[in-house]
T-cell receptor
Framework: AQSVAQPEDQVNVAEGNPLTVKCTYS??????LFWYVQYPNRGLQFLLK??????LVKGSYGFEAEFNKSQTSFHLKKPSALVSDSALYFC????????????FGGGTRLMVKP | SQTIHQWPATLVQPVGSPLSLECTVE??????LYWYRQAAGRGLQLLFY??????ISSEVPQNLSASRPQDRQFILSSKKLLLSDSGFYLC???????????FGSGTRLTVV
């Protein structure tokens, strides 16, 4: 079975400060990992993914995520937060040996204050 | 390029009325299709998924049903809506590779 946890319901940061949104996962095989962002009353938008290769993945809007196999984590980061980054963020995992189903975390609301 | 269309964007329906939400995908064939519900702007609840025409898997027992009459069409239905069916409904598709899901823009359903 595969699972993913986002331990923080909400993350508050000041504009211009670095941000981190945490994600940990559990799979029996090798993970495919994803981050999505959702703005109010909109569908989820793809930010970035890790399949294989470099542990640091760069994505849209200046976001990046680091795959850490030993800690089974895939934290989302951005060096300098913008007010417009305020949204709901979802981490998702797929076991590459278990079909195409993604398992989503519960979501973390990011609030960036001016 | 592939696109996903979901409609309507918003819907207000009385209790006991029927429901039909439609989702179509363009630019791909044999997609995996998914219906999710999101309550109160938080977590996603997988309702149904389909790996092919006429093949529907239900994840939770509920007042809803899904159908896939064509390869790239996925319909969410109810014969009689309940107040608890209110929420934000999202359709998504994926291919057989490692590209993850692409989501539609969502339908805000309010049952009154």
């Amino acid at each position: 079975a595969q699972s993913v946890a986002q331990p923080e319901d909400q993350v508050n940061v000041a504009e211009g400060n670095p941000l981190t949104v945490k994600c940990t996962y559990s799979v029996s095989g090798n993970p495919y990992l994803f981050w999505y962002v959702q703005y109010p009353n909109r569908g989820l938008q793809f930010l970035l993914k890790y399949i294989t290769g470099d542990n640091l993945v760069k994505g849209s809007y200046g976001f990046e995520a680091e795959f850490n196999k030993s800690q089974t984590s895939f934290h989302l980061k951005k060096p300098s937060a913008l007010v417009s980054d305020s949204a709901l963020y979802f981490c998702a995992v797929r076991d590459n040996n278990a079909g195409n189903m993604l398992t989503f975390g519960g979501g973390t609301r990011l609030m960036v204050k001016p | 390029s592939q696109t996903i269309h979901q409609w309507p964007a918003t819907l207000v329906q009385p209790v006991g009325s029927p429901l039909s939400l439609e989702c179509t995908v363009e630019g791909t064939s044999n997609p995996n299709l998914y219906w999710y519900r999101q309550a109160a702007g938080r977590g996603l609840q997988l309702l149904f998924y389909s790996v092919g025409i006429g093949q529907i898997s239900s994840e939770v027992p509920q007042n809803l049903s899904a159908s896939r009459p064509q390869d790239r069409q996925f319909i969410l239905s109810s014969k009689k809506l309940l107040l608890s069916d209110s929420g934000f409904y999202l359709c998504a598709w994926s291919d057989q590779g490692a590209s993850g899901y692409t989501f539609g823009s969502g339908t805000r359903l309010t049952v009154v």
